[in-house]
């Protein structure tokens, strides 16, 4: 077995989408990800795996696709992001990475399922796509 290379870092600055999310949903996901990662938890999510400190060669025979917090944010900050969908779905993609190169039951994955707890509980108060329109009377 050879050690696979490190797969390309996102974002994809040449890949950017036409009609990113709205400023309101942003800002909102960019304190969610800030408050987050002051959890104790989510040190280790904070940055990408590094194979080298962590000398697991064999790391990315495993995992295609890496994901960290960092990352998460530096999308936002480029408005890499269409819809809070996908960057749901990279914060999911981070915590199954550590299920499947650790295990579910590891103490690491203990630390992941907590701060997807945290996430969670932003994500149920995420804004609407659409601001209320101000003029109307409800
Ligand atoms: C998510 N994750 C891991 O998924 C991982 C991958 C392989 C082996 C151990 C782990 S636990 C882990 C530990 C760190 N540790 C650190 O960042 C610091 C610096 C290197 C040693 O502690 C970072 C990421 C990580």
Redesign the pocket.
Same mark, same amino acid.
């Given at each position: 077995m050879i050690p696979a290379p490190k797969p390309p870092s996102e974002p994809d600055m040449n890949n950017l989408p036409t009609n990113p999310m709205p400023l309101h949903q942003k800002k909102y996901l960019l304190n969610s990800i800030k408050a987050i990662r002051r959890l104790k938890d989510a040190?280790?999510?904070? /940055?990408p795996?590094?194979i080298v400190?962590?000398n697991?060669p064999f790391?990315y025979n495993y995992i295609k696709r890496p994901m960290?917090l960092s990352t998460i944010e530096k999308k936002l900050n480029v408005n890499a992001y269409e819809d809070p969908i996908q960057l749901i779905e990279d914060f999911n993609l981070?915590v199954e /990475?550590?299920f499947k190169?650790?295990g579910k039951d590891?103490a690491?994955s203990s630390m992941?399922k907590n701060i997807l707890s945290s996430f969670e509980k932003h994500i149920n108060n995420l804004p609407p796509k659409e601001l209320p329109d101000k003029k109307s009377t409800s």
């Open positions: 040190q280790p999510f904070i /940055n795996v590094d400190k962590l697991i790391y960290d981070m /990475n550590c190169f650790n590891s690491i992941v």
